[in-house]
RNA sequence: GCCCCCGUAGCUCAGCUGGAUAGAGCAACUGACUUCUAAUCAGUAGGUCGCAGGUUCGAAUCCUGCCGGGGGUGCCA
């Protein structure tokens, strides 16, 4: 138990005493938020002061009273309006400590209400390339699954691959029509790679040519709008003045976007057309949308050429992928892909209209939803399912099988409005017992604020991503460190530079979008990984020299001294490690963690700059200070292995 | 048109369910290596939390309106 809960349910009969329900005062308890005010700090005293109409410092004085705090706390102090400061007894402290040294999962409980839960992460379109955008799902997920597993949750990882939908149909159109041979035979997935971007650029090229005389279309109207809403006469009216401005404005940005879309659209022509031999076969493919579809359709309903070239295309696709995670040490317990889910998609869409839930529009079979537009559409026109349906058989499936509390999906922002569908249509479905939330995340930028690209345009590729990661951090290990081993130079190069990337990921609050930056993300200063491997490696440099039996040390700790203010605020650190872990999960956010860690890894900083532990001034000081160092170094490293991160001894 | 997200220091970002003087890191400037790892630490400077109202003991946080940016929006995933 730590201290915040156990602060906790020491208020909790007290506060019981002064309202029905005591939850929301218990959650105004939290730690300080500067050390002067003590360890801890009550707020609950103000609002129930309000409530009950009597003042917050009898309220707090009442509850300071009635609460018997002794066993835990050295000071209980009201201050100000009526806050109420709590601060840890050294013999409290020393207690936790000692029972988290000894304790693998350095004190660390295990829920007493485990769940089970189904993460659903990275889940990349195979024979696409993965890319920039792939990794935040894949990181991100994996860090909230193996934070449920530490704090004591059944967690089935599983990896719903793209391994069905269309772009297997483009794969096989390209396949059959612009193969290079030699390349397949060499290198097949680079090969299936390009015939995917190639088919990709004539299908490209033929929407944007339909669509170009559209736009243009629009952007003329938008113009004569935009000089329509100029030329009105001033109204006196302020009100209508106001709202011709803004339509004004509107219609400016609207054309503004029109523009910008047309240049993208020549640019995309111009693209195959300047190109004599890419024109030639744009000409000769001029139904290419349509065919690739149809290459779709044919291997849904069991062609058997498309069927057996799925069937060959498809390991090699899963082994392409399965590198990347060999090299970012990810393992999925199912990798249950929508080629899974295929026969079952009939039965959903069978069984929500024997309930009555859909209806047909436009050829269409739609579930219609309170609070959308849009209908959730799971067949369409010409019979195909969707990945809606997909999805819905996928929350079945876990259901039936896995008979899961919760589900988590790891997906893109831009699908969270899918994923609203999804869940109502689920909850009417009859799945409303379990817990489905979209862990949503931003959007990765490049420097200049625009999804991160390459100069050419492509999305970046996550190989060569990494490879870069581990190139930077090798040329800074090796200016630090020039006499450096080259197996530890690979190694360092590894572990600082996919720590570094993974770390960027994570740090950053999940829900906004954040910049891509090489410089930032292996910054050797600063919030980085780097900083807390560098923690890490300090502490093993003191055991080496100081040649102290840290394994001694662990089966029998002496009592903690707290010389400096500063072990006093490690110490209480350390001990909030569990804390952090119980904040993360409540919203899925791995920032939690990473800015516990932070902050562990910069108090750690100081008391080494502070306190000697080689020169300490007596034995018991020097083995206090070990144990802190020992629990610094096992907290940082149990908090990055949660992370996905991995340490170095040296560094 | 409708829906969602964002706007905090020069830059990149934190800021939990409303709490005490809004925080980091980078960049800038000043210091500290005969010392357990200087991949570090100490310090200075930098703010109208987009704007305006409201709710209240208290608002970056909640509500409304406005300004600015991004995303999504019936048969792609």
Redo the contacts with the bound molecule.
Sequence with gaps: MNALSEIKSHFSAALAKLVDDP??A???I?????P???DY?A?????L??QLGKP?RDIAADLVADVSLDSLCSNV?I???????LTLSDAWLNNHLAAAIKDDRLGVTATDSPRKYVVDYS?P?VAKPMHVGHIRSTVIGDAIAKVLRFAGHEVITDNHL?D????FGMIIYGYKHFLDSSAFKTEPVKELGRLYKFVRQIMDYHSTKKQLPTTQAELVAAQQKVEQLKALPETGDKKAA??Q???L??AI??A??LTGKIEDAQATLQATETSPSLAKIAAQHAEIGNAA?LE?AALHAGDETNLALWKQFLPMCRDDIQKIYSRLNIVFDKELG?SFYHDQLANVVKDLEAKGFTRE??????V?LD???????V????G???????DLATIKYRMENFDTDASLYVV???????F?KLFDVADKWGYNETELTHV?F??V?G?D???FKTRSGDTVGLEGLLDEAETR?AT??K???PD?SDDLLAQ?AKI?GLGGLKYADL?????????F?Y??M???????A??L???Y??????????EADIAAIRQSPVAFEFEQPIERQLAVKLLQFSEAID?ML??Y?P??LC?YL?ET??LF????????????SSDSLRTS?LQL?DLTARTLKTGLSLLGIEV????
């Design positions: 939850t929301q218990l959650g105004m939290r730690p300080a938020g500067d002067k005010f003590g700090q707020n609950c005293a103000m609002p002061g309000k917050p102090e201050a100000g309006p009526g806050f109420i400061n889940s379109n793209g069905w939908g269309t772009q106001k709202k401005k803004k339509e404005n509107n940005s609207a503004k976007k579809l779709t929508e529009s436009d050829g269409a079979i739609c219609f609070n959308h537009d849009a209908p959730m559409i067949q369409k026109r010409d195909a399912f969707l990945y809606a349906t997909t893109d922002h831009r699908q969270s409005e899918h609203n949503s931003g959007t930028m420097k604020g625009k999804p951090a800074i290990a200016e630090n460190n450096i360092a600082v740090s950053h609050a999940r829900t906004s979008d954040y910049v930056d410089d930032k292996l910054s050797v200063r600063g919030n980085s780097t900083y491997q560098y923690g490696a300090r502490v093993q440099g003191i055991i080496r020299k100081t904040e409540v919203d956010r920032n939690i800015n932070f890894a910069q900083a100081k008391f080494f700059d502070q306190c000697s532990v080689k020169d300490a200070r160092c170095l001894d040296k560094m």
